[in-house]
């Protein structure tokens, strides 16, 4: 069994070469619910939705989310009609939110509904939700101290000011999803993917039992750095990462992950940063970790799943 | 000011035919809303589009429901995952219920949004649902005594089933929408639209004060027979008259509204229940009902008018 703890693109990118090295069934996506947001509505899992249409070949490569081949119909009606459509929801996307927002009015747990999606979309790994309970990623502005919500950040402000904390509500009433613990406490090796650290993998470990699981077994849990050179690949990891006072590095994402994670890989862009991250106790393997495509994927996962093996 | 009370089609239609010989400003339609459900987590309120559809020329003719031209990309979409689909929501439709719904969850009344609405498709009617507060019908099977909503009657079993009773669920609790009862009360003449008596004018009639409002002007009050001839022209208001204990005819018609209504007109092909229908206390006007267009539907109109004005 092989665990991975998943936040949107990046972890996408390395479970679709996750799943080339790891046989079907045995292979486990943890991912953050934190983005999850009610829009008209409808209950969306952007993480979950990434991880799973990425997994089954849907996503739009170019465009970087959603559907491939989508259509916008609804949308433009709805800005026909005066609507809020900062949040673009295609045509088929909007399928699996009404989906979703059906189960659950039946009673439908999110990992049941997700489970669900998983088994149609013809997945082979198993995708958990890091809980069935609400949490919500809040971040507070350092302009005027105001407190917004994820997608406002995220998608309507692009990402683009300056917050002093990130907060996720909810987190403290929140239970691992079934199966979670589980899934961290069985598996031979946990992987945490190149996904933003503060956006992505904290509201996972906010989770009270999830940290605790991972510190348990630190030395079989590994971690790809999602900082290359400094910067992240993609979204506001790097800017995030000082704004709350860390570094952005690889070395401050050690610092962030150096309780529960017993190896970091690196890009051999940050291969002198080796020794000082092991000299903070935490082993540093390094290896190339931008992935162009799922052969590249498959490499990083090998390297990765075999730090963790000799971990 | 005119005032009508109106379900779906058989409103709209003659509410086509109103919008051409009353000035803009002058018409209210106070709508059925006991048909309104939540499916897939959005807001559906059949009557109150399917008023607003045609009357802004957006309605499909020949399929009798939802918007010219429509796509059905999401619905294809949910099929796919296995999601629920009988009730069929066309792409253009969604954007409504989407806009309903996100009004709705930020506060907004359903008099509100339904008056964005009507905005912004360029009404010069003031659409009003009877209640912003939420009335449920329901049915009770003849079979087997179960208990079933609107939508399931309607469209799951497509009306095929025979009833023995109707309910109002929340009725007790619904205050008028805001402006109803003024509409009502202020009116020169209120015309009740050859709807169903039993499942789009009882819900109306439902709502605490509406019916108490129309007998203080009964003479006044116009009702257009939606039976000819002993049928409706579409739909099941015939078989429900003589499920529930009534008669599926003009004078069927004139027993259930008697309390309310004071004129009630009727085919020609009924003329002669003119007397009878007399007999019981109600005016009964003889003119054509059958509306192939708006100028036939601008004809009943006035029928209707006149008779409410001599009243």
């Known amino acids: 069994m092989i665990t991975t703890l998943a936040g949107g693109v990046g972890a996408a990118r390395l479970l679709r070469g ?3 090295v790891v046989p079907d069934g045995e292979l486990t996506a943890v991912v953050n619910t934190g983005d999850d947001t009610i829009l008209h509505g409808l209950h969306i899992s952007p993480d979950l939705d990434t991880v799973c249409y990425t997994l089954s070949g849907r996503n739009d490569e170019e465009r970087g989310w959603g559907l491939a081949g989508e259509t916008w119909t609804v949308m433009e009606a709805l800005e026909g009609l005066g609507g809020e459509s900062w949040f673009r929801l295609g045509d088929r996307d909007l399928a699996t939110h009404l989906y979703r927002t059906q189960r659950l009015a039946e009673g ?9 999606l998983a088994a149609r979309l013809g997945l082979g790994l198993r995708v958990l939700p890091m809980s069935d309970d609400p949490v919500r990623t809040r971040l507070t502005l ?52 190149p996904s933003n650290p503060v956006l992505s993998i904290a509201p996972i470990l906010s989770v009270p039992g999830i ?27 790097d800017r995030l990462l000082t704004e709350l006072g860390g570094e952005s590095s690889v070395l401050g994402v050690a610092h962030q992950y150096l309780e529960f994670v017993g190896t970091l ?15 903070l106790g935490m082993r540093c393997v390094v290896a190339p970790t931008v992935m162009h495509g799922p052969e590249e994927a498959a490499e990083l996962a090998k390297v990765a799943l075999t730090a963790g093996r000799t971990g």
Chains 1, 2 share one sequence.
Not at 108 to 116: K, M, N
Not at 148 to 164: D, N, R, S, T
Not at 265 to 279: C, F, K, R, Y
């Open 18 to 20: 996750m799943v080339r």
């Open 265 to 279: 890989v690196i890009d051999g862009l940050d291969a002198s940063s080796q020794p000082s991250i092991e000299a």
């Open 108 to 116: 439908a747990s999110l990992s049941t509904v997700t489970t669900e």
């Open 211 to 237: 940290e605790g699981a991972l510190r348990a077994r630190r030395g079989t849990v590994v971690a790809v750095s999602p900082i290359i050179g400094g910067a992240a690949l993609k979204g506001p990891a």
């Open 142 to 193: 350092a302009a005027d101290g105001h407190e917004i919500g994820f997608q406002e950040y995220f998608v309507a402000l692009a990402h683009a000011v300056p917050v002093v904390s990130v907060t996720f509500d909810g987190a403290d009433r929140a239970r691992p999803g079934p199966g979670v613990l589980d899934a961290i406490g069985n598996a031979e090796v946990v992987v945490v993917c």
